[in-house]
């Protein structure tokens, strides 16, 4: 018997992903499916979601807040991947009609929190880690009646950008879900049927092909109804 087959075999450290915005819709479609890969979720929503997984860890906090961001991945020592998910839709019609509380309410959770949540991570990210950001159509292009939510998102497309460029050990790119069957998505159009629509368990598992392949993806603006066309 040689020295090394004495030795323990090394344990396969459990992968680490963050998800912001997992108590319902896509973020929580993420979190399942993540779970069921093997990965360690660690989520957060303002409600009190329940989870009856012991793979995944949830946390009410406010993302606008940055020392609830901060106290809530202050136990991690590792993180594989960061997924910014968690957003706002806030006032359709023009612009300077959003009131000015709602206003700082959708930047605070749609370019605040993205911002809170990787500067709270940058120490923990692994080599090649992942970071996705969560935007929209209306924030790919500025449209007119969005509101808030269209210049929150076009902020945070620019945010991932620079990130993209500056960290060079971190693939970052930006995700689109598109029209998906959510909350969110009926208080933007009460009217639509969601029978029309993609369900958030159809984007979620598209996201988590692109995290299997990430090669090439760094600085990229995918969109999932893309994918939905194969
Ligand atoms: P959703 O069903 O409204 O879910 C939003 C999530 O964000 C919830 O888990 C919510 O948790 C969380 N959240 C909001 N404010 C928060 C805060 N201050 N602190 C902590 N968590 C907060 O939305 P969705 O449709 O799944 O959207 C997910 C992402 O996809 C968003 O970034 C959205 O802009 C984007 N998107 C969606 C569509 C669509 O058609 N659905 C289209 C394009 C882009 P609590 O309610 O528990 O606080």
Redesign the pocket.
């Known amino acids: 018997m040689n020295a090394s087959s004495d030795k323990k075999p090394t344990k396969v450290e459990q992968k680490v992903v963050v998800i912001?915005?997992?108590?319902?819709?896509?973020?929580r479609a993420l979190v399942e499916q993540f779970s069921d890969e093997g990965y360690k979720v660690i989520t957060?929503?303002?409600?009190r979601?329940k989870f009856d997984n012991k793979n995944i860890t949830y946390a009410s906090?406010?993302?606008?807040n940055p020392f609830h961001v901060q106290t809530w991945l202050s136990d991690l020592k590792c993180i594989d991947i960061i997924i910014n998910?968690?957003?706002?839709l806030g006032e359709r019609g023009p612009v300077l009609d959003n009131d000015y509380m709602s206003w700082v309410d959708v930047h605070?959770?749609n370019v605040n929190a993205p911002f809170f949540v990787i500067k709270a991570a940058k120490e923990k990210l692994v080599k090649n880690a992942i970071i996705i950001n969560?935007?929209?159509s209306v924030g790919r292009k500025a449209r007119a009646d969005w509101g808030a939510y269209s210049v929150s998102k076009c902020a945070l497309e620019a945010f991932t950008d620079i990130l993209s460029e500056e960290l060079e050990d971190a693939i970052v790119f930006s995700v689109?879900?598109?029209?998906?069957a959510?909350?969110?998505?009926s208080d933007a159009f009460p009217d639509e049927d969601p029978s029309s629509l993609p369900s958030?368990e159809k984007i979620a598992s598209i996201i988590l092909d692109w995290v299997k392949r990430p090669a090439e993806l760094n600085g990229r603006k995918l969109n999932c109804r893309d994918e939905l066309l194969f």
């Open positions: 912001t915005g997992g108590s319902q819709g896509i973020g957060c929503g303002r409600s979601a906090i406010d993302l606008g998910n968690a957003g706002q605070k959770v969560i935007s929209s689109n879900p598109g029209g998906t959510t909350k969110m998505r958030a």
